[in-house]
């Protein structure tokens, strides 16, 4: 029963993904994406198209060592595939629990993870979300220049303490792993603290992943804005906040109306277009046939797997 239920989210997963290819286009014309990216410069484009093949690379570091915290090691290959097959469509749907959850339920189930341990690799693979964006929000208020106060109405003090709240996760994290947490339990459930070293890690790939993404943005911006890399960074981390917040699939709308909020009035539409296309358009229409071709894949060889009748009785 449960196995019909994950294929039928799946099912649903797909279609959502190809309705929101139709609207990504419908929403822009492709002529006010031309001509936005060709406002940009190409080796901005490329760099920022660096920083977001970075950004997918650090997500799958996530699952690798989520992996190994469930104590399933896998290749990195293999962690790789699922991560970005899952996160490049769960990025788009939203509720990247539940759609990018059942896709690595696909993959991760086929070589050997039991459901819980599925379970434990999307809960760790969230906690090194939260704590990335967590440590870049204080890095970014810790350390903006004093020209950055006014884009988020803060004055010093208020941005100093602020960012020692949102420090105060991760730090939290570590000390727990370090004394000694009781384990997360729901009824059979039980998720451990990881270690230490564990820890740190996931606080290092969780902050470079969202420093990735905010160096794509940058990039981009930098041809309308002569606003520094912190205050893209701060505007980013208050924008995707806002997108988790609203519950909105790929925040949709939510993430660009943020920051040209945030930031100067000169940033553009144009470059928070080329980076949706970048970073949620393009993995998405990667994503879906790899997951499309690796399910039909996997199908083939299902019944290669399965012991012949005879094979079968004598078992």
Sequence with gaps: MTRQIIRLLVAAIICIAAVLVYRSLSRYSLEDIRSSLSMIPPWRLVTASLFVAASYLCLSGFDWLALRYVGRPQPFRRAA?????????????????????????????RWGLSGDEVAKVILFCGATVLLGLSMLAAITLLFMPPTGDGMLDLDPAARFWLGLLFLAYPVAYVVCSIWGRPPLKFRSFRMEMPQTKMCLAQIAVGTVNFGCVAGALHQLLATFTDAGY????????????????????????????TMLMLLPASASIGALVAFRVLYYFIPLL????????SEAYFRRLAPEREPSGEAARQA
Excluded: C, D, K, W
Excluded at 81 to 105: D, Q, W
Excluded at 230 to 253: D, E, F, K, N, W
Excluded at 287 to 293: K, N, T, W
């Design 230 to 257: 912190l205050q893209v960074a701060a505007s980013y981390v208050t924008a995707t906040i806002a997108a988790m917040l609203s519950h909105v699939p790929g925040g949709l709308g939510v993430l660009e109306a």
């Design 286 to 293: 990667i994503g879906v046939p790899v997951f499309l071709v």
């Design 81 to 109: 595939l699922a991560s970005f097959t899952a996160l490049s469509i769960g990025h788009n749907v939203g509720g990247a629990a539940l759609s990018s959850g059942a896709v690595r339920y696909r993959f991760y189930t």
